[in-house]
C-alpha cells in the first residue's frame, strides 16, 4: 500500500478479520514451555477472541461463540463441554440487573432519584463535583454493602443524574461529550465500589477468604479492627488515584445545568409516585431484603446471584395499570431491556477464562512466575500475581491460588504474611475488562462506558493502585500491628 493512500471499506474489514488468526498464529508460535498442548491452543483460542473483541469485524455477541467453533476443531474440549462452560451464574444476574434499571428508567424512579441527589450542595458544581459524589458514595457503601448490590442499584441513578445534569446542544460535539459523560459516572460507581472493598472483611469475598487461608497456613492472623484500621486508609487512597485518572482520561468539558431551584422546580413537576414507581421500589426493597438476609439468618439458597432473577420475576408480575392490564415490564421490554450484544460477550469471555482455569494455564502462569523468590521481592510477587491471574480467572480463585501458594514461602522467609495477606486482596479487583468480574461486567453491562475506554483507564487504575496497595501494605501493617501471632 502506498504512503497516504487510505484503505478502503473492504480492506479495513478484511484487517479486521485477519487480526484474529494472526493473534492465534503468534500464540501457538511462542515457545511456551510447561504448557500442555491443549492448554496452548485454548490459550491461542482466547488470544483470537480478544482480537475480534477489540476489532470488531462481527459483533460481540458473535465472537464470544468462537470456542465452540476453536476448542472442539483443536481436540482441546468436545463441543458439550465447551457449552457447559458457558452456564455462568453471571447470566441470569445480568438479566436481572439489566431489566431492574431498564424499569428504574422506564417509570422515573430513576430521574426522581437523580434529582434529589442532584439537590445537594455542591453534588453538581461540574463534571468533576459529579465524578466526586458517585466516587465516594460507592466507596462509602461498598465498604459495608456487597459490591455487586452497589453496582446494580447506583449505576442507573449515575446514569440518569448525567442525562438530568449535562447540557447537550444541537451539535454532534456535545452529544459526544455527554456520551463520555456516562461512561465517566459509570467507571466512577465502579472505581468507588474497588475502593470500598478493600476498607472492611465484609467488602467482598476475597477479604474472609484470604484471612481464612491466612489463619490455616501460618501463625498469623487479622481481627476485624486490624483489617479495618488498614482497609480505611487504604480505600480512601484509592479515591483521589481513581478520581484523577477519571479526569485526565475520561471526563469531558461539559455543561452542568443543574442549579438547586431547577432541580427543586423539576422534582416538583414529578408530583408523587406512579405505581409503576412504587412497583420499582418495592422490587428494590425485597431484593436489597434478599441480600441482606444472608447476614441475619443461614438460608442455603440464597446467595447474592440468586436475587435478581427474583426481581426480574417480580417486575413482569406486578401490575402498574390495572384497567389496562399493564405489568410494569412486558415483552418488549425483555427485548429491549437487555442488552443481548452485551450480555454474550461477558459471558463468552468468562466461558473462555473458565476453560483456562480448567485446563491449567492459571496454575501455569503462577508456577512461571514464582521460581525462586527472595522476602524482599515477595510483596511485589504477590501483587503482581494477583494482579495478572485476577485478569484471567476469577478474583476468588485467584485469592485462594495466589495465597496457598505464597502464604507458606512467607513462614519459610520469615516474613509477615499478614502483608502478604492485605496486598492480595487489595490487587483482586479487576476493572479493565468487563469479563474480568460480576462488578466490571454489570458495569459495562449498562451500555454507557466503550470496551476502549474501560479497557485503557482501567489499565492504568490497576497498575497506580496496585502499587499504591504493595507500598503502603509493607508499611501500615507493621505500623499498626495490623496482625496477631498465634
Known sequence: ??????????????????????????????????????????????????????????????????????????????????????????????????????????????????????????????????????????????????????????????????RSAVVVLDDGESAARASRMAGAVSLAVLYGVAAGEVATPMGIAFNPLVLSVLEETTRYSISFAQWTSTGIILAAVHVPIYYVILKLMVVPEVRISASRPRIRQQIEQLGPLGRGEMNVLFVLIVMLALWMLPTLAAVDFLDIWYVPPVGMVLLFLLPADTRRGEMTLDRKDFQEGIAWNVLFLVVGGMALVSGLARLGVTDWVGAAVTGNVSATALPWLAGLLTTVLTQLTSGVSTTVMVSSMLFPISEALEYNAAILARIVAGTAHAVALPWSSPTAATTFAAGAVHLGTMFRAGVVATVLTSIAVIVLSMILVPAFQAFTVQ
Do not use: C, N
Not at 488468526?21 to 514451555?33: S, W
Not at 496452548?40 to 462481527?58: D, E, G, K, Q, R
Open 1 to 162: 500500500m502506498r504512503p497516504g493512500e487510505v484503505l478502503t471499506g473492504q480492506q479495513a474489514f478484511a484487517l479486521r478479520v485477519l487480526a484474529g488468526p494472526a493473534a492465534f498464529a503468534a500464540v501457538r508460535a511462542a515457545p511456551l514451555a510447561g504448557l500442555g498442548p491443549e492448554a496452548h491452543f485454548a490459550l491461542a483460542a482466547y488470544a483470537w477472541t480478544l482480537a475480534w473483541w477489540a476489532t470488531v469485524p462481527v459483533p460481540w455477541a458473535v465472537t464470544s461463540f468462537l470456542p465452540f467453533v476453536l476448542l472442539p476443531a483443536g481436540r482441546v474440549m468436545p463441543f458439550a463441554e465447551v457449552a457447559g462452560l458457558y452456564g455462568q451464574t453471571i447470566l441470569p444476574f445480568l438479566m436481572g440487573s439489566m431489566l431492574f434499571g431498564h424499569a428504574m428508567r422506564k417509570h422515573g424512579l430513576a430521574t426522581r432519584v437523580a434529582l434529589a441527589l442532584l439537590s445537594m450542595p455542591g453534588a453538581a458544581r461540574s463534571s468533576g463535583s459529579l465524578i466526586l459524589t458517585f466516587l465516594v458514595a460507592a466507596a462509602v457503601t461498598s465498604a459495608l454493602v456487597s459490591d455487586l448490590v452497589v453496582i446494580v442499584i447506583m449505576t442507573p441513578i449515575a446514569l440518569s443524574i448525567t
